[in-house]
T-cell receptor, first 115, second 112 residues
Framework: AQSVTQLDSHVSVSEGTPVLLRCNYS??????LFWYVQHPNKGLQLLLK??????LVKGINGFEAEFKKSETSFHLTKPSAHMSDAAEYFC?????????????FGTGTRLKVLA | DTAVSQTPKYLVTQMGNDKSIKCEQN?????MYWYKQDSKKFLKIMFS???????INETVPNRFSPKSPDKAHLNLHINSLELGDSAVYFC???????????FGPGTRLTVL
């Protein structure tokens, strides 16, 4: 069965410092992995997606993630945090079941950015 | 242009009532989904439809009945609402041949 584990429920960084949000996955085959962001009282926005084309995936707003098969990890990074990055971040694995895809979400990481 | 829209955005109702949430997508996608986000922000799939056909039903109580009148719409009807139904409900859509899903803004349901 597919699953993802987000290792930190809360992360705090100072503005201008790097961001690291950790995600490990479990999959019986080559997975599709995603990061979504949810700002307070908003919907889910796709940050980036991994589909085996390249292990380093660049997303929107300066975020990127690296797929490491040996470590079964898909950590999200950003070189310099901005106040507007404060949000909930979800790591997601896509599971193809019965001819369609369903998302399996991690439990989320709340990112706090300190001035 | 709103890609995936939901109405209403907020819904406050009493226990035992019946309510519906509507979802529409203008992306031309074939597949639509309903997800529930609980008070701890955990998201779980409830249903998936391909071209109006139910594909996934994730052990959701039968008080929840999705209806897809056409492939651009997927509505969620909930009978006999319970306190535990309070959550944010997200609609999403995707193309049939890809697993990238696009989410609506969510509907916050509060059952009193």
């Amino acid at each position: 069965a597919q699953s993802v584990t987000q290792l930190d429920s809360h992360v705090s960084v100072s503005e201008g410092t790097p961001v690291l949000l950790r995600c490990n996955y479990s999959s019986s085959y080559s997975p599709s992995l995603f990061w979504y962001v949810q700002h307070p009282n908003k919907g889910l926005q796709l940050l980036l997606k991994y589909t085996s084309a390249a292990t380093l995936v660049k997303g929107i707003n300066g975020f990127e993630a690296e797929f490491k098969k040996s470590e079964t990890s898909f950590h999200l990074t950003k070189p310099s945090a901005h106040m507007s990055d404060a949000a909930e971040y979800f790591c997601v694995v896509s599971d193809r079941t019965s001819g369609t895809y369903k998302y399996i979400f991690g439990t989320g990481t709340r990112l706090k950015v300190l001035a | 242009d709103t890609a995936v829209s939901q109405t209403p955005k907020y819904l406050v109702t009493q226990m035992g009532n019946d309510k519906s949430i509507k979802c529409e997508q203008n992306l031309g996608h074939d597949t639509m989904y309903w997800y529930k986000q609980d008070s701890k922000k955990f998201l779980k799939i409830m249903f998936s439809y391909n071209n109006k056909e139910l594909i996934i039903n994730e052990t959701v109580p039968n008080r929840f009945s999705p209806k897809s009148p056409d492939k651009a719409h997927l509505n969620l009807h909930i009978n006999s609402l319970e306190l535990g139904d309070s959550a944010v409900y997200f609609c999403a859509s995707s193309r049939l041949d890809t697993d990238t899903q696009y989410f609506g803004p969510g509907t916050r349901l509060t059952v009193l």
